[in-house]
Nanobody, 124 residues
Framework: QVQLVESGGGWVQTGGSLRVSCAAS????????MGWFRQAPGKEREFVAA????????YYADSMKGRFTLSRDSAKNTVTLQMNSLQSEDTAVYYC?????????????????WGQGAQVTVSS
């Protein structure tokens, strides 16, 4: 079993910044990628970003490029999503996910464990 605990998020005004972090514990794979997804009310879960095990490569959904930055501290088993220039359409519950392999992308099937989610609300 792998446990993922998100922290951060909250409320911010349009154009502001927030950070969400995820700490992994338990039987994590020796090398695994991590990802973030989000789900807004009434919408399907969508891919946000992913990072390879060594943190050497990151992948972002097109709408997040240039605004979001994903990083990881492999020694601490944590990943952090820095979100800047937030807009109302970024309002959603953000979920971190643990991949079964060292590289993962936008497919939810690439991930085997999920966190409980962190609420991010953006409004003017």
């Amino acid at each position: 079993q792998v446990q993922l605990v998100e922290s951060g998020g909250g409320w911010v005004q349009t154009g502001g910044s927030l950070r969400v972090s995820c700490a992994a514990s338990g039987r994590t794979n020796s090398s695994y990628a991590m990802g973030w997804f989000r789900q807004a009310p009434g919408k399907e879960r969508e891919f946000v970003a992913a990072i390879t095990w060594r943190g050497g490569a990151t992948y972002y959904a097109d709408s997040m490029k240039g605004r979001f930055t994903l990083s990881r501290d492999s020694a601490k088993n944590t990943v952090t999503l820095q979100m800047n220039s937030l807009q109302s359409e970024d309002t959603a519950v953000y979920y971190c996910a643990h991949s079964s392999g060292p590289v993962a992308g936008p497919r939810p099937d690439d991930y085997d464990y999920w966190g409980q989610g962190a609420q991010v609300t953006v409004s003017s």
